[in-house]
Nanobody
Framework: VQLQAFGGGFVQPGGSLRLSCAAS????????MVWFRQAPGQEREFVAA???????YYADSVKGRFSIFRDNAKNTWYLQMNSVKPEDTAVYYC??????????????????WGQGTEVTVSS
């Protein structure tokens, strides 16, 4: 099973960026597909999650600005980042598990991880 995250880059404050996570070897449509991020010197933190039935969950820091969605046919999920701020600068990781958990915000609950894609927000 492999998860490949891509789409990171440099963006100015107020701009937009879309991250993608492509999975191969397994589908996660019945479980959880998520995004975490880790800024330099900080712990990895939850950003967004999507589960079967298309329920979505967001960290308070990104609510209203970021949107998670998925394409089951492509076994891919996305993080649309709008109105980005310098504090959104981090390495973004996608992760997944095959069964949903109510503790979706804890990184230790995920079995599969992508390699990370770096996002830098700066003027």
């Amino acid at each position: 099973v492999q998860l490949q995250a891509f789409g990171g880059g440099f963006v100015q404050p107020g701009g937009s960026l879309r991250l993608s996570c492509a999975a191969s070897g397994r589908t996660f449509s019945s479980g959880a597909m998520v995004w975490f991020r880790q800024a330099p010197g900080q712990e990895r933190e939850f950003v967004a999650a999507i589960r079967s039935g298309y329920m979505k969950y967001y960290a308070d820091s990104v609510k209203g600005r970021f949107s998670i969605f998925r394409d089951n046919a492509k076994n891919t999920w996305y993080l649309q980042m709008n109105s980005v701020k310098p504090e959104d600068t981090a390495v973004y990781y996608c992760a997944a598990r095959t069964v949903w958990t109510v503790d979706y915000g804890r990184s230790r609950n995920y079995h599969y991880w992508g390699q990370g894609t770096e996002v830098t927000v700066s003027s």
